[in-house]
């Protein structure tokens, strides 16, 4: 059993990095955007289960859903995707401790060698491949909505 | 142990979901660049697309898998910071059989569809 320290910032203990890095706030992001994808996914179930209603049913859901405001969301999704899941793969990566060019975990001691040497560089390739990503898929949006 | 082993199944299930995600977003919001697994027409949400891919044994395994990977992945995830804000004890056990109830209420419903479109349209 963990031992449970308690959290006297509450919500409010997520949102502050005060002297902490790039990686707190990319914390955050990874909470905010993993929020904003279960919301999504959890309408989405229904959504899609209606195809198994017939084409009529279906394309009314798609009608209703037709809308500038919730294109821009499915854009949101896919981008909120595609910040959580590179993050999240880093953080896999650095929380497994593969002896790849990453180092394991180990004790937080100044000058946090194993952070700034090995785990940033993958931190801004993974946010690099992000970016790529997130203007590949604005590029198709345009494309198929013709902003 | 158990909170390791949920924990060890929710980063399984982020990696699975990175691949599985992937290839529903590549095929979704990719669409114009990639135009991957677009077998009927020009709309990637066709109706006629959309069975055309949904009546594929493949894809029926991959939606299946997807939606409990990413139920238990989004579920595990909120449930860790609900428990972050050091509520009382009873609160616990709610939360966590409240997430088991809806993740297989969830589960049942998104399986369910691409379980039936393919005994209906298949």
């Known amino acids: 059993m963990f031992k449970r320290y308690k959290n006297y910032l509450g919500i409010a203990g997520w949102g502050v990095g005060r002297r902490w890095g790039i990686e707190r706030y990319l914390y955050i992001l990874h909470r905010i955007t993993g929020l904003g994808i279960l919301s999504y996914f959890l309408l989405h179930i229904f959504v899609t289960t209606s195809r198994i209603f017939g084409e009529e049913v279906w394309e009314f859901m798609m009608r209703s859903v037709d809308k500038p405001i919730f294109k821009i969301g499915e854009f949101m999704v896919f981008l909120a995707f595609c910040f959580h899941g590179l993050n999240g793969l880093r953080l896999i990566f650095i929380e497994l401790g593969f002896k790849l060019a990453i180092g394991e975990a180990e004790e937080p001691v100044y000058p946090y060698k194993t952070s700034l040497n090995k785990q940033r560089p993958l931190l801004f390739v993974c946010m690099v491949i992000c970016i790529v990503l997130v203007i590949l898929g604005g590029i198709n949006f345009i494309r198929v909505f013709h902003f | ?122």
């Open chain 2, 1 to 122: 142990m158990r909170e390791t082993k949920y924990w060890f199944w929710h980063i399984v299930c982020g990696f699975v979901m990175l691949f599985l995600l992937g290839l529903h977003m590549i095929i979704m919001h990719l669409d114009e660049i990639l135009g991957v697994f677009k077998f009927a027409g020009e709309r990637v949400l066709a109706f006629e697309n959309v069975a055309s891919r949904s009546k594929m044994i493949g894809f029926a395994c991959i939606y299946v898998l997807l939606v409990g990977a990413a139920l238990y992945h989004g579920l595990y995830g909120l449930r860790s910071m609900l428990l972050e804000l050091s509520m009382i004890k009873p609160l616990h056990r709610l939360i966590n059989i409240g997430f088991w109830i809806l993740g297989v209420i969830l589960f049942i419903v998104g399986a369910a569809g691409s379980i039936i479109f393919i005994i209906r349209f298949g």
